[in-house]
């Protein structure tokens, strides 16, 4: 069945839930309580279950209600309005643990839990199962659309502005040259000196090396700016390529920076260097940890925002 949209999508899930950018999240459904009684959420959910299965015919929604299948389904259970299949893993454990993946739904449960406890538990979580699922069917979305088709004339976002590729092979190495009123069309361009046939990998490779040897010396320029008002030391300035951080620290005063950042305007950048220098300052995100960011740039919170949101084009 092919996916509706996420504009649809959200007519069926309730309204003003929220989306949190993590890409894997996770929650637990307590089966009993501290004196050994079936806990309140679970019988809630049962009874919710019994009038739910009881008020419309399953097959009557079938037809038009969103599906999120994992992978390796085993199960598949109706959850609001949208039907979800999901993996289930018995474990030793004392709760039923859920978490949910750019793959969907997965269960852990213990062994000498019914399927039907199980679906008890799920149906308690069914509202935070739902948005979460529809937010990484988002993501998703989002990941795709920003995929480049690495050849002649593609663009991509530098600096928080957008690039065209020219291929010249009288340029040797890369070339940017800014926009200009003077030129048409107005435009900022990447001169790579490359041949007219290169391959897609042979593109992007020489985008991202030009972008790294660039973010080397806008970082250490920014790393500067903000050392110098923080009175922090900063003994190395790495790049990094990882999946899930955009920076980090170390108490002994080196720094990395994803190199991706400079995809993004200054005040992002400037937002995570800040955010990277001021752990020189407090190794942890306590009050004190954001007034020190706050000292040097009040103004953080769309930067971090937009972070949160961000799907990386590649």
């Not at 699922?133 to 050849?151: G, H, N, P």
Request: hydrophobic share 45%; aromatic share 6%; with cysteine.
């Amino acid at each position: 069945m092919k996916p509706l949209p996420a504009d649809q999508l959200s007519l069926w899930l309730d309204e003003g839930q929220t989306s949190p950018a993590s890409r894997e999240v996770d929650a637990d459904v307590q089966l009993r309580d501290a004196g050994g009684a079936v806990s309140s959420a679970v019988t809630l959910a049962a009874a919710q279950l019994a009038e739910s299965r009881t008020a419309v015919p399953e097959a009557a929604l079938l037809g038009s209600m969103p599906v999120f299948r994992h992978p390796r389904t085993e199960r598949e259970i109706r959850l609001g309005k949208a039907l979800v299949g999901y993996e289930c893993k018995r474990v030793r454990r004392r709760s039923i643990g859920m978490v949910v993946s750019d793959e969907g739904l997965s269960v852990r449960a213990p062994s000498w839990v019914s399927w039907a406890d199980i679906e008890v538990a799920l149906r308690a979580k069914e509202r935070w199962i739902c948005a979460k699922l529809l937010d990484q069917r988002e993501r998703a979305r989002k990941r795709v659309s920003a995929q480049i088709d690495w050849r002649a004339g593609c663009q991509f976002p530098y600096l928080g502005e957008t690039v065209t590729v020219v291929l010249d092979p009288t340029v040797s190495g890369a070339r940017f040259q800014p926009a200009s009123l003077d030129a048409a069309p107005c435009r900022h361009t990447l001169r790579l000196g490359l041949p007219h046939q290169a391959e897609p990998d042979q593109i992007r490779d020489a985008v991202q090396a030009w972008m790294q040897r660039q973010a080397r010396e806008l970082f250490a320029q920014r790393v500067q700016h903000f050392a110098v008002q923080l009175g922090v030391h900063v003994t190395r300035i790495a790049l990094s390529s990882a999946r899930t951080r955009w920076g980090s620290a170390s108490a002994d005063g080196s720094i990395r920076l994803h190199w991706r950042l400079m995809h993004f305007s200054h005040s992002v950048i400037d937002y995570v260097v800040a955010h990277e220098l001021a752990h020189l300052r407090e190794m942890n995100h306590s009050p004190r940890f954001w007034d020190v960011v706050r000292s040097v740039m009040p103004e953080f919170d769309a930067a971090r925002d937009q972070l949160r949101r961000v799907v990386i084009p590649d």
